[in-house]
């Protein structure tokens, strides 16, 4: 198979900062926990929010896996966030999209923080 290589995994440290949310998607209410790199762009997710063991459940930690996986790969949020559906409104398709949106928006107010500490 040719084509570009994979970007190698970036590992979080062992101790990381993290953040756990309160998110809103279609009526269902979930809690998201984002730990960060010590740069603070984010490196894992974890979805929780349906009874345990469920099916959603399950499918819940398999989104938290995949996002983690793209983000230690290189993704950034803004990339996941445009590549993922959005209905006629510009509101996410799925959770996913909704995941990426609440990423994009982390990153974006860490650099306005930033950048209002500047000189």
Not at 26 to 50: A, C, K, M, S, W
Not at 83 to 112: E, F, Q, W, Y
Request: proline residues 8%.
């Amino acid at each position: 198979m040719k084509g570009t290589p994979p970007v190698p995994r970036e590992r979080l440290p062992t101790r990381r900062q993290c953040e756990t949310i309160n998110l809103h998607y279609n009526g269902q209410r979930y809690h998201l926990t984002i730990g960060e790199y010590d740069d603070g762009r984010p490196g894992e997710v974890f979805l929780h929010g349906t009874k345990p063991g469920s099916d959603t459940d399950l499918l819940c930690d398999d989104i938290g896996v995949l996002i983690s996986r793209l983000l230690q790969h290189g993704d950034d949020p803004a990339s996941l966030a445009s590549g993922v559906g959005r209905l006629g409104n510009g509101t996410p398709a799925s959770i996913i999209g909704a995941i990426a949106d609440v990423l994009v928006a982390k990153a974006r107010a860490k650099l306005a923080a930033v950048l209002e500490l500047a000189p």
